[in-house]
């Protein structure tokens, strides 16, 4: 909920191209620094957003969902993605978790799935996805190496605690930020800011790591350090930025930060 005084209330009164434009960085040719804080997307990027509708296709009883379950995996993340631009385009901003329950409603009717207990199944699932395998030894170095290290994701709080509690990877991030925080979701400005406001940081200090192309090059463009974690190898995408390296999974982060 949001009112007068809310930040998508001051955003919304701004000229449009405002909310999304990204400033050049202040990084000059020879003037970089080393990173100081490694800033990861969440879902697709740490947890497995595939895993909810592969391990539910794997219980007893699910073999129409066990012959679809990679496309309606697909689905369920592209319409996810795609209701959280266009609720930052026109204000319409809810929390990421009836997002998430608006893209699967989508999915399944695309799979041919009413099954009402089916779509509680995959919804209590999203609350136990599990980190991909090189994630955890991969913040443990960060930490042992000096760094800071946070999420900063579209995620809701409660989704966020919860993910993160499950994965129990709690004791390797500083700081768990969400979107909920300014009332809209990424790709605006404003959420990149998040960063610097928790942690003291100019943009050039920062390594900001998604596994999401679009998200990866508008944190490139705001002036982050950025890698985007291509695990499907998938074709950058056609925007003003690129993403700074592209990797196929998280495993050389650590070392990848030290360099740079």
């Known amino acids: ?24 960085s202040r990084r000059t040719k020879g003037a970089a620094m080393p990173v100081t804080t490694c800033i990861f997307d969440a879902y697709g990027t740490l947890f497995d957003v595939a895993a909810a509708a592969r391990i539910a296709a794997e219980q007893p009883g699910q073999e ?10 697909a689905d369920w993340r592209a319409k996810q993605l795609q209701y959280t631009w266009l609720r930052a385009i026109t204000g319409d901003h809810i929390s990421f978790w009836q997002v998430t329950q608006d893209g699967l409603d989508w999915a399944m009717e695309a799979s041919g799935l009413e099954d009402p207990e089916l779509r509680e199944i995959l919804l209590a699932l999203y609350w136990e996805l599990p980190s991909y395998p090189e994630v955890p030894e991969m913040l443990g170095t960060l930490k042992a190496n000096g760094l800071a290290t946070g ?24 700081a768990v930020l969400s979107v909920e925080e300014v009332g809209i979701f990424k790709p605006a400005r404003v959420v990149y800011d998040m960063v610097g406001g928790r942690f003291g940081t100019a943009p050039e200090d920062v390594l900001f790591v998604s596994s999401n192309g679009w998200d990866a090059a508008a944190a490139s463009q705001y002036g982050f350090r950025t890698v985007w974690v291509n695990r499907a190898g998938d074709p950058m995408d056609r925007l003003p ?15 990848l930060a030290g360099q740079l």
């Open 64 to 73: 129409r969902l066990l012959a679809v379950w990679p496309k309606l995996a």
């Open 151 to 174: 999420i900063l994701s579209n995620g809701s709080p409660d989704m966020l605690e919860g993910a993160v509690e499950f994965a129990r990877m709690g004791e390797h991030l500083d």
């Open 1 to 24: 909920m949001t009112d007068e005084t809310t930040p998508l209330t001051r955003l919304s009164k701004r000229p449009f191209l405002s909310m999304f434009s990204m400033p050049v």
């Open 241 to 255: 930025a690129r993403p700074e390296t592209v990797l196929s999974d998280l495993t050389t982060i650590p070392v």
